[in-house]
């Protein structure tokens, strides 16, 4: 079912040029390779489908119906679920969510295309090493600054809130959204910005006339990467938020494992179902952007 | 700084290079204030976030230090404790050596594969690419992880399937022979994120090459051996460092699956998990931070290794022939 659409839209567009000797084999190699994709698409997806069906079953349905999809639909688990923790409710952990990840995304949009214009378009003294430590910190495991970032944040009181996670956005540390950055605004051709500089504009009217939003392309790309990182980021949230009031939603679905019982298990994968709502929108609306964009901004150099 | 230009002979090449004409000395001066102008919040992020924690977890490393009293110098300590007197880091060290050695290939070997076959016909790659894409970018929450412990569990959906075919079932999650294989099998689930790099690297070999091949006699195995793989190895290169990487900092679903312990017998007990533990969980700061340069020199051996490697297998269009 899934793979039919597109197979008749993609028919008349492909006229399949090659010799008419080698058809006939072709055309049996890739009914095999169209057999053994869906196959491993059924495997692949298996782990999903399995997550989405049993939120929607009851309990007994749970224990009993080995099926994916279940008999009756109840969305009963949702309710549930959405009011499952005492004393919160999941509202809460979605606004959190929702507060972080906008943050990170602001912040990273903002400083890494600041830093990223200094280095791709601008003549400084150092500047070749401070590029290179900028690639260098592009490489350090974020765990190994854990321990003394959380001591600095401890400091200036900021545990519990959402601060440690947003605030080191809007200073460039995300070296990656950077690099991506200077890479893509290299691509700008240069006589534009000697255009504007013969019209009079200085560095700062040419990054914001000229240089940003020409780099728009890769700005989309470092909200949506940002997001979805910080969406489904778990390490740093559970170091730096311990009131559950301030639980974002990965550290708020742990609490399901906690209590676990099988009568909680349909609406602990109520609420994570829902949880990779936001996700999987962007990847709907991005997805072109997602799978081709980022992944080989790396290989083409 | 203004007399450099005076005195040329005494100055490098690039340094003179800077503000010889008098009518581009301000405008140069001007672009070298702007540029350290734009890179302000980069500059506190790179000394106030990373440097100075750097060389302040470094200090830490040598101290006993619980957040609540000031830190006590303690000398090498840390580091012998870690080496010599703590069998939990050991087993965490296995444990990430075992996770990061079968899980990257595996996912690697997967994703060539698919992206071979993938590429050969065009027939709704678009959906089929973008289909196996959905596991890289759902598999690193908690939710999906969450998933897998159900799956893998006593009564979980995995079992169920093992009984159709007469295998019989047993607890994956809490057994320590498996625990770790249900890890493994999550990573190499996510098999996307290379899957569509390799398919953007096979797109990129000249048809003429299997042309060529072809007439001179080379059956599909020959081709693969002496065209693909090493037109390919660039972009296996790329996704190696990659993964390699990002397979020694596995964390979310060790601690979900695990219960945030490790267990059992600490077989799920990754490297990053156990510094957690050590950190936060008892907050020993000392020793996590002893750990957190442990960790930071074997990854940047491991590092260097694979890219040494590199010169070895990967090859290069425009290097020429040798």
């Given at each position: ?301 | 700084?203004a007399d450099t230009a005076s005195?040329p ?7 003179a290079?800077r503000p010889p004409a008098p009518g581009g000395s301000p405008r140069r001066r001007r ?292």
């Amino acid at each position: 079912m899934t793979t039919a659409p597109s197979t008749l839209a993609s028919a008349p567009l492909a006229p399949q040029a090659p010799s008419p000797a080698g058809r006939p084999a072709r055309t049996a190699g890739s009914l095999v390779a169209h057999v053994v994709l869906v196959a491993l698409l059924v495997v692949a997806l298996y782990p999903i489908a399995y997550l989405l069906g049993t939120s929607f079953k009851s309990p007994q349905e749970i224990a009993n119906n080995l099926n994916v999809l279940p008999e009756s639909f109840t969305p009963k688990n949702y309710a549930d679920g959405w009011s499952g923790i005492p004393g919160v409710s999941f509202a809460r952990f979605f606004t959190n969510s929702v507060v972080v990840s906008v943050g990170v995304v602001v912040g990273n949009v903002v400083s890494c295309s600041l830093a990223a214009y200094a280095f791709a378009r601008l003549r400084f003294p150092l500047r070749g090493l401070w590029f290179a430590l900028m690639i260098g910190t592009l490489l350090l495991p974020h765990h190994v600054l854990v321990v003394p970032q959380y001591v600095l944040f401890n400091s200036l009181g900021w545990v519990n809130t959402p601060l440690p996670l947003i605030v080191p956005k809007f200073l460039a540390t995300d070296a990656f959204f950077v690099f991506l950055m200077v890479q893509f605004m290299r691509g700008i051709p240069r006589t534009l910005d000697e255009a504007a500089a013969i019209d009079g504009c200085g560095p700062f009217a040419t990054f914001f006339r000229i240089v940003l939003p020409l780099t728009k392309p890769a700005l989309v790309t470092t909200t949506v990467f940002s997001f979805i990182q910080t969406w489904n980021d778990f390490f740093s949230q559970l170091v730096y938020l311990n009131d559950i009031t301030k639980y974002t939603l990965p550290i708020g679905l742990r609490l399901f494992l906690d209590s676990s019982g099988q009568n909680s298990v349909g609406p602990m994968f109520a609420m994570s179902a829902l949880s990779l709502v936001p996700v999987f929108l962007f990847f709907l609306v991005f997805q072109r952007l997602i799978v081709e964009g980022i992944n080989t901004s790396g290989i083409k150099g | 700084m203004a007399d450099t230009a005076s005195r040329p002979p005494r100055v490098s090449a690039r340094r003179a290079a800077r503000p010889p004409a008098p009518g581009g000395s301000p405008r140069r001066r001007r672009e070298a204030v702007a540029g350290y102008t734009f890179l302000i919040p980069w500059f506190i992020g790179l000394f106030g976030i990373t440097l100075f924690p750097m060389l302040y977890s470094l200090y830490l490393s040598f101290t006993d230090y619980d957040l609540l009293q000031s830190p006590q110098w303690i000398g090498l300590e840390n580091y012998v404790r870690m080496l010599t007197d703590d069998p939990q880091y050991w087993n965490s060290v296995k444990a990430t050596l075992v996770f990061a050695l079968v899980s990257v290939p595996l996912k690697l070997a997967v994703a060539l594969g698919v992206a071979l076959l993938l590429y050969r016909d065009r027939r709704g790659v678009g959906l089929y690419r973008a289909l196996f894409y959905v596991p890289s970018l759902l598999g690193g929450s908690v939710a999906v992880a969450i998933v897998w412990q159900t799956l893998f569990g006593g009564q979980g959906a995995i079992n169920e399937i093992l009984g159709i075919f007469g295998i019989g079932g047993r607890s994956w999650i809490t057994n320590p022979s498996t625990a770790l294989g249900t890890l493994v099998l999550l990573a190499a689930w996510q098999f996307g994120a290379p899957m569509v790099i390799f398919l953007a690297g096979l797109k990129q070999i000249p048809a003429e090459m299997f042309e060529a091949g072809s007439l001179d006699g080379a059956g599909r195995f020959t081709q693969f051996w002496h065209i693909t793989l090493p037109m390919l190895s660039p972009v296996l290169f790329f996704n190696l460092v990659l993964e390699t990487i990002a397979g020694f900092q596995g964390f979310t679903a060790a601690f979900v699956i695990s219960g945030g312990t490790g267990g059992p017998a600490d077989s799920t007990l990754l490297y990053t998990l156990y510094l957690y533990l050590r950190g936060f969980g008892d907050f020993q700061m000392g020793y996590a931070s002893a750990m957190a340069w442990g960790f930071l020199l074997v990854l940047g051996v491991i590092t260097a290794i694979v890219f040494r490697s590199g010169s070895l297998w990967v090859h290069y269009a425009d290097e020429g022939e040798h």
